[in-house]
């Protein structure tokens, strides 16, 4: 399925913006607070996956390596009992595709892999993740949040990132110098019937410590 590019608004936030995968090598800049792919669903695509019910609808988490994350969607996809199809074909390509991507961009060899089905207000506050990075893309719903905020405040602008535009965003644990500002959320959704379908991929180095790390949490 083809894509085309889209306007989105980065208002002088630094905020890289590629037209195709290549372009989101900016990211790795020390002032580059985020990426964007500018890039917009087929409507085909869109509309299948917007009339799936909610309960059939993949999700899960798992820490794998990129080159496995195309067996565990057909196992998420398979659990869910999700319409097959070629828009459900190429869902599942696009997440392995992105975690392959994200997995060279961050030179990690492990990714923590997480599909949501969001109904609430998920993390409806704007924040800073405690990671070095992490990659969300909305194929359903409302996309991400962002926008630039001092002393804990919220944005004063609150920009909305399109379905299936993929936004890479720094943590904490690896910040922009200088500090950029840019926080991020989960548009509030609770009591609009609305329904998201989420992936967050995140770099992972050592699996081993992040399965301590998980025990003892």
């Not at 992105?98 to 923590?112: C, E, G, I």
């Not at 959704?189 to 025990?215: C, K, N, Y």
Request: aromatic share 6%; with cysteine; proline share 8%.
């Amino acid at each position: 399925m083809n894509f085309v590019p889209q306007n989105i608004a980065t208002a002088n936030l630094n905020i890289a913006l590629a037209d195709d995968p290549g372009g989101l090598s900016a990211f790795n800049k020390a002032d580059c607070p985020a990426a964007i792919w500018q890039r917009q669903a087929n409507p085909e695509f869109q509309s299948w996956i917007d009339q799936v019910e909610t309960d059939r609808l993949p999700r899960g988490r798992v820490i794998l390596r990129p080159g496995a994350v195309s067996q565990a969607m057909e196992h998420l996809c398979e659990m869910a009992n999700t319409p097959k199809g070629s828009a459900l074909e190429w869902l599942k390509t696009d997440i392995s595709e992105l975690a392959s991507l994200f997995a060279d961009l961050m030179q990690a060899p492990f990714m923590r892999l997480r599909l949501d089905v969001v109904t609430t207000n998920a993390c409806r506050k704007f924040h800073i993740d405690a990671i070095t990075a992490r990659l969300v893309c909305t194929y359903r719903g409302t996309g991400t949040q962002y926008g630039t905020a001092t002393g804990g405040s919220d944005p004063k602008q609150i920009h909305t990132v399109p379905s299936c535009a993929p936004i890479l965003l720094r943590g904490s644990l690896n910040p922009t110098i200088p500090p950029s500002g840019l926080v991020h959320r989960s548009p509030p959704i609770e009591g609009t019937g609305e329904s998201r379908l989420v992936l967050v991929l995140d770099p992972v180095f050592d699996p081993d410590q992040e399965a301590e790390h998980r025990f003892h949490h």
